[in-house]
């Protein structure tokens, strides 16, 4: 049986293995074949040479976030290790058409060292398409995470310096409620809309930077009619909610396109808040662009709701999804 030890110099062991040696006890589960003792500054690992391997690269990986954030959180820690509990059981990931979904992979590292990640199979497809075309059409129920996983990967896109901008739109259309009916001015009334797209961006990029990226527009976030008469480029653009965009609306959008940019359209043709005689541009578009080159098209479904499992439920009993 072999050894190993690790000093902890850069990190606090307090803060490593968490409250009540919570984070601890998740590592050690996570490595059933090997014996883990943590005395003081020095943890020490028993078993075979394989899995001591396996295990100092994980633990090395969330000292490191540690050490590098200042924070930690189970999330980070299950993430940091993976799905699997042990070297032997790595390639027991979800799989799809014999390939790793890579579901737990991180797409950015938000504040604190919060990590945004494709979490189901689909949305890493939408992280592999998105690298291989420049028009991505992302559908799906609620809860899915489509326009979660799309502004993060244009946020990705502006950290790592691919773009110059990002700019966020939705069709400003009443969702049962009365628009004119909202206090203040233009701005005021449509912020509401838009809310969504401010939440995301809440959790990828630090307030006081992200404050200055709204105000230098580096970060544009606007109805979809502020588009008409636009080129978009060198910049990475998410059309959200675009079961609601008309067949000319989604024309002109599709159509702002400039040589260096990158376009997201993500909808939910089960919640269209069009008149009922209007037909949505999505539900067209997504008939007639199905064979271009440069153009992909994802389906999400029930498998991918990440939030409450009520939700996926709710849209079952809704019909929104079989």
Request: one cysteine or more; glycine letters at 8%.
């Given at each position: 049986?072999?050894?190993l030890?690790?000093t902890?110099?850069?990190?606090?062991?307090?803060v490593?293995w968490?409250?009540?040696?919570?984070y601890f006890?998740?590592i050690?589960?996570?490595?059933?074949?090997l014996?883990?003792?943590?005395?003081g500054?020095?943890?020490?690992a028993?078993?075979?040479?394989?899995?001591?391997?396996?295990f100092?690269e994980?633990l090395t990986?969330i000292i490191n976030h540690?050490?590098?954030y200042h924070?930690?959180s189970?999330?980070?820690i299950?993430?940091?290790?993976?799905?699997?509990?042990?070297?032997?059981?790595?390639?027991?990931?979800t799989r799809e058409?014999?390939e790793?979904?890579?579901a737990?992979?991180?797409?950015?590292?938000?504040?604190n060292?919060?990590?945004?990640?494709?979490?189901?199979?689909n949305?890493?497809k939408?992280?592999k398409?998105?690298n291989?075309n420049d028009?991505?059409?992302?559908?799906?129920?609620a809860?899915?995470?489509?326009?979660y996983?799309?502004v993060?990967l244009a946020?990705r896109a502006?950290k790592?310096?691919e773009?110059?901008?990002?700019?966020?739109?939705?069709?400003?259309?009443?969702?049962?409620?009365?628009?004119?009916?909202?206090?203040?001015?233009l701005k005021?009334?449509?912020?509401p809309?838009?809310r969504?797209l401010?939440?995301?961006?809440?959790d990828?990029i630090?307030?006081d930077k992200?404050?200055?990226?709204?105000?230098?527009?580096?970060?544009?976030?606007a109805?979809?009619?502020?588009m008409?008469?636009?080129t978009?480029d060198n910049?990475f653009?998410i059309l959200?909610e675009a079961q609601?965009?008309?067949d000319m609306?989604l024309?002109?959008?599709?159509?702002?396109m400039g040589p260096?940019?990158k376009?997201i359209?993500?909808?939910?043709?089960?919640q269209?808040d069009?008149?009922?005689?209007q037909q949505?541009?999505l539900i067209g578009?997504l008939?007639i662009?199905?064979e271009i080159k440069?153009i992909?098209i994802i389906?999400l479904?029930?498998q991918?709701?990440?939030?409450h499992k009520?939700?996926?439920?709710?849209l079952e009993a809704?019909?929104?999804i079989?």
């Amino acid at each position: 049986m072999n050894e190993l030890k690790i000093t902890l110099e850069s990190v606090n062991p307090v803060v490593l293995w968490g409250p009540n040696n919570e984070y601890f006890e998740l590592i050690k589960r996570s490595f059933p074949k090997l014996k883990v003792v943590a005395r003081g500054n020095e943890v020490k690992a028993l078993g075979e040479e394989q899995e001591l391997s396996y295990f100092n690269e994980k633990l090395t990986n969330i000292i490191n976030h540690l050490d590098k954030y200042h924070n930690l959180s189970n999330n980070d820690i299950e993430t940091l290790l993976g799905s699997s509990s042990s070297k032997s059981t790595k390639d027991d990931k979800t799989r799809e058409g014999g390939e790793e979904t890579g579901a737990s992979e991180v797409i950015v590292f938000g504040p604190n060292g919060m990590m945004v990640k494709a979490r189901t199979a689909n949305q890493h497809k939408m992280v592999k398409s998105i690298n291989t075309n420049d028009v991505l059409f992302a559908i799906g129920p609620a809860g899915t995470g489509k326009t979660y996983t799309a502004v993060a990967l244009a946020v990705r896109a502006l950290k790592n310096k691919e773009i110059k901008r990002i700019i966020l739109t939705r069709p400003a259309v009443e969702a049962g409620e009365n628009l004119g009916f909202l206090p203040g001015d233009l701005k005021e009334k449509i912020d509401p809309y838009l809310r969504p797209l401010y939440d995301a961006l809440d959790d990828m990029i630090p307030a006081d930077k992200l404050k200055t990226y709204l105000e230098n527009r580096t970060i544009e976030i606007a109805p979809l009619a502020f588009m008409r008469g636009r080129t978009l480029d060198n910049c990475f653009v998410i059309l959200d909610e675009a079961q609601n965009a008309t067949d000319m609306q989604l024309k002109m959008f599709l159509t702002r396109m400039g040589p260096s940019a990158k376009f997201i359209v993500t909808g939910d043709v089960t919640q269209i808040d069009l008149p009922k005689k209007q037909q949505s541009g999505l539900i067209g578009a997504l008939r007639i662009l199905t064979e271009i080159k440069g153009i992909d098209i994802i389906y999400l479904s029930g498998q991918d709701v990440v939030r409450h499992k009520l939700v996926r439920k709710i849209l079952e009993a809704y019909g929104d999804i079989q």
